[in-house]
């Protein structure tokens, strides 16, 4: 998959500095170099912490790391010492892109901030994300997902329906999703808005700043559905949208698995209904419209989970799927390396990295027609083109040997 070809993505050409480390912005980072962006990740000489996480083969590639730093050039920089910040300053001084989620009062103590690199690079996007509003009571809080997780409502939504009571028997208690979600969806939120942020250089010739809250970020994805009578003003009509709530929305249980069957239309509920032997549902009051099937949710979706466990998953599959109802086979993660659509798209493709030998990398979902991302780069050694960047950056041999303590 790996290759040692121009990049061709919509970012060619793009330079971007990178001075993040674990989840959000090196996802943000390695999504602009899957598009294109020539990517120099800067590193502690301890490196990025996910690099002692997960399975590798030589210290310091783990698999986390893996995931997150593809299409990336690794450069150490001690920025403790004079000569490394100086040199910083001069990679940043040829980039289109800065990109850091350090604390807003560290990164402005360092001179990392807008207000002291805007001036002197006046075309520089300078992007940066943290957990809380810039100007808040909250904005020089530290942030990890859990914690954004739990303060947004996310936590409490995921509580398992009779699941551990909180507090004096009350609700179930909060949990954790077993993804890093705020992190993730705040790293490809990041991303899309410093494209936009180059698509208005390109038409003013103007850079600027980008600051991205995980707070707020994560707040926006779940109150689409779930601010629910509070958009009207009136919580007291309840929030949270009821089918994401049900226990019994959840893949159903077949003979032999578990499966998973959503219908939207009145057409699909009448079929599917008709396939479970239940046709007369489609015509009481309770399920006949959209509007009737969300106020009894918990009936129509209890309705379904009796009438699956009559027939194994794939009986159902090939019964279904002629009708145009999407189902389809809840899958383990060992399950999806085996996954036919998953081997058909090529999502998981062999590659043979330099230090690590044969691993699986997945895919760049998006298709571009006239500007195709690719992966060209896997994961990097720390520091493994420290002396390819500066010397590209004009500095001579001896500097670079001053510059990294060589």
């Known amino acids: 998959m790996a290759t040692t070809e121009p990049a061709s993505g919509p970012l060619a050409g793009v330079r971007v500095i990178d001075l993040t480390a674990v989840v959000l912005g090196p996802l943000a980072t390695q999504t602009l170099g899957d598009m294109g962006a020539d990517v120099i990740k800067v590193e502690t000489p301890e490196g990025d912490p996910t690099r002692q996480i997960g399975p590798s083969r030589t210290p310091g590639m ?75 009571s909250m904005a020089e809080f530290p942030a990890f997902d859990d914690l954004i997780q739990a303060m947004s409502g996310a936590a409490s939504l995921n509580a398992a329906p009779g699941g551990t009571a909180g507090p004096a028997g009350g609700a179930a208690a909060p949990r954790y999703f077993p993804t890093v979600v705020v992190d993730k969806l705040t790293g ?22 980008i600051h ?61 209904f008709a396939a479970i032997g239940r046709p007369e549902l489609a015509a009481d009051p309770r399920f006949a419209t959209i509007a009737a099937r969300a106020t009894h949710v918990d009936a129509a979706y209890g309705a379904l989970a009796e009438g699956l466990g009559a027939r194994t998953s794939a009986e159902w599959m090939a019964i279904l799927r002629p009708l145009d109802i999407p189902c389809g086979p809840a899958a383990t993660l060992p399950e999806l390396l085996e996954n036919d659509y998953l081997r058909e798209t090529g999502y998981f493709a062999p590659a043979e990295h330099p230090a690590e030998g044969r691993v699986l990398v997945p895919s760049i979902p998006a298709r571009f027609s006239d500007s195709p991302p690719s992966v060209r780069r896997l994961w990097p050694r720390l520091g493994e083109h420290t002396g390819e960047v500066l010397a590209e950056a004009g500095f001579g041999a001896a500097e670079i040997a001053t510059i990294t303590g060589g």
């Open 62 to 136: 783990g698999s986390y790391f893996a995931t997150l730093n593809r299409n990336k050039r690794s450069v150490v920089l001690d920025l403790k010492h004079p000569p490394a910040r100086a040199a910083l300053d001069r990679l940043i001084a040829g980039a289109d892109v800065f990109v850091h989620n350090m604390r807003l009062g560290a990164a402005a103590r360092a001179g990392l901030d807008y207000e002291t690199l805007g001036p002197r690079h006046p075309r520089l996007i300078h992007a940066a994300a943290t957990g809380f509003r810039p100007g808040s």
């Open 188 to 209: 490809q939120m990041l991303a899309s808005m410093i494209g936009m942020a180059l698509f208005h250089r390109e038409r003013t010739g103007r850079g600027q700043a």
């Open 212 to 272: 991205l809250p995980m707070m707020e970020s994560m707040l926006s994805f779940l109150m689409i559905e779930h601010l629910w009578g509070a958009t009207l003003d009136e919580p007291e009509r309840g929030m949270g949208y009821p089918r994401m709530l049900t226990p019994h929305r959840r893949p159903y249980a077949t003979r032999d698995g578990y499966l998973s069957v959503i219908c939207v239309s009145d057409t699909q509920w009448s079929r599917l």
